[in-house]
């Protein structure tokens, strides 16, 4: 079981990667409509950051692997 | 005569009983434990109990959920009692209608629609529970009962409970089961679907319970190792570095709780509003 804890930090690196990928895109929709229709900016701002913290909640999942593996 | 060497066995084995990795003192300070820990100054500790072999002993985590219990038991009826003598608020019962009328404007009724009023409690309730979890667990010297698995699970339990029967209650228990499969769908691939219908509906509120204890464990851990760089550079000038960064964390960990409590209750309302209305 050496090899535990750099899979840990392997796995969270790569799941870290996704996350960012995904809310980078994210935001980039958002700022673009947002320039586009100023009006909207509100409605688009809530509906990113509910779209950014699901995605976060996806790579909690890997963390919360990470942490197992890390603890053996 | 003590000589160098057993001054140095002594020194080393004082060292190695002390000693332990950085990762344990931070799941130390982030996990629950049989004692209220106010360190330089206090060390509570709690009673242990044992019931048919289950530990059910009070740990930091129930203590804390019980104050967390407790205000808002406290806060909701002041607020209750304030709406009896003039239907406007002011003051301490402006601050919370902002936050009530929030839940039931924008999570109650756009997720659920038509006879969100039933579900309104039970959305009110989980948010201002959760809310007042993750806000308890920024005070120093404190411990986030919403970090605990078993705390967010059972919250999952019972949002997954509201779903099941709210959606029963309307459409009957064998229309609600009927319902999940979407119309139009080959005879084929109905099999599949039930399947991963079923799938849906566990891993559903699943994802809720792991969503709220990683993010407020995550950023419990992020700052703890920020504060143990201190420790492993042993050096007091990296406090310049390390103090900024860590009191960031915080300010986004106060975002996170925020942020917490609001999804973890619009995906409750989204469910529900899937499962009572099922036209797709």
């Keep these: 079981m050496e090899f535990a804890s750099l899979a840990a930090g392997i796995g969270a690196g790569l799941t870290i990667i996704g996350g960012a990928l995904g809310i980078g895109k994210l935001a980039a929709a958002a700022m673009e409509a947002s320039g586009r229709q100023p009006e909207a900016a509100g409605t688009i701002r809530t509906s990113m950051i509910i779209a950014a913290a699901l995605i976060e909640g996806i790579s909690l999942f890997a963390l919360v692997i990470c942490f197992i593996l890390a603890g053996k | 005569m003590v000589d160098s060497t057993t001054t140095q066995i002594a020194a080393d084995s004082l060292k190695n009983s002390h000693s332990e990795s950085g990762s344990d003192w931070i799941l130390h300070h982030v996990m629950d434990g049989n004692y209220l820990d106010f360190s330089p100054f206090a060390k509570i500790y709690l009673p242990h109990f044992e019931l048919f072999g289950l530990d059910i002993s009070i740990t930091?985590?129930?203590?804390?959920?019980?104050?967390?219990?407790?205000?808002?038991?406290?806060?909701?009826?002041?607020?209750?009692?304030?709406?009896?003598?003039?239907?406007?608020?002011?003051?301490?019962?402006?601050?919370?209608?902002?936050?009530?009328?929030?839940?039931?404007?924008?999570?109650?009724?756009?997720?659920?629609?038509?006879?969100?009023?039933?579900?309104?409690?039970?959305?009110?309730?989980?948010?201002?529970?959760?809310?007042?979890?993750?806000?308890?667990?920024?005070?120093?010297?404190?411990?986030?009962?919403?970090?605990?698995?078993?705390?967010?699970?059972?919250?999952?339990?019972?949002?997954?409970?509201?779903?099941?029967?709210?959606?029963?209650?309307?459409?009957?228990?064998?229309?609600?089961?009927k319902g999940l499969v979407p119309h139009g769908v080959p005879i084929l691939l109905l099999p599949l679907m039930v399947i991963v219908e079923f799938i849906g509906l566990l891993s559903k509120p699943f994802a809720l319970a792991i969503r709220l204890f990683a993010n407020m464990t995550a950023g419990h851990i992020v700052i703890y190792a920020l504060i143990s760089l201190l420790f492993v550079m042993q050096s007091y000038y990296w406090a310049g570095l390390v103090v900024p960064m860590a009191l960031f964390i915080y300010g986004l960990e106060v975002l996170v709780a925020l942020l917490q409590a609001y999804i973890f209750t619009m995906l409750s309302g989204l469910f529900i509003g899937m499962a009572v209305h099922q036209d797709h």
């Design chain 2, 60 to 177: 930091r985590h129930v203590v804390f959920m019980w104050l967390g219990a407790l205000l808002l038991a406290i806060v909701m009826m002041r607020v209750a009692k304030a709406y009896k003598s003039s239907l406007i608020p002011k003051g301490f019962t402006n601050f919370w209608e902002l936050f009530i009328v929030f839940v039931r404007d924008e999570i109650a009724k756009p997720t659920i629609g038509k006879g969100f009023e039933k579900f309104l409690p039970y959305l009110l309730t989980a948010f201002f529970f959760i809310l007042f979890g993750n806000f308890l667990g920024l005070i120093p010297f404190s411990a986030t009962f919403t970090s605990n698995i078993a705390v967010t699970t059972t919250m999952a339990v019972l949002s997954f409970l509201v779903i099941q029967f709210g959606g029963m209650r309307n459409n009957g228990v064998w229309g609600y089961f």
